[in-house]
């Protein structure tokens, strides 16, 4: 399985929605629930988010294995972030 990295803030709603997605996504698969994602707080820990800096602009952004497979936009629904994630996690364990 591949490193899954989440660049996130504390008080961005689209990262709210990308982890209720996540929750949601591990529940129903046993393959999704041993999937380990690092979480990174991109205001608490910028050193950690330092090197994905000219990689993303928005949050969530999600990373597997280094590489960029989301970013979210303004306005977008609950719906396209489960979606993205979805993929994030199908790249993850393959």
Not at 20 to 35: H, I, T
Not at 39 to 53: A, D, H, T, V
């Amino acid at each position: 399985m591949k490193k899954i990295t989440v660049l996130h803030l504390d008080s961005c709603p689209y990262c709210h929605n990308a982890k209720r997605a996540m929750e949601e996504l591990k529940a129903a698969s046993p393959e999704y629930a041993k999937l380990e994602v690092e979480w990174i707080e991109e205001n608490r820990q910028p050193e950690l988010s330092k090197p994905y800096g000219k990689n993303y602009y928005y949050v969530p952004s999600i990373f597997v294995d280094g590489q960029k497979v989301y970013e979210a936009h303004p306005g977008e629904s609950y719906e396209e972030c489960r979606n993205a994630v979805e993929r994030a996690f199908k790249a993850a364990v393959e």
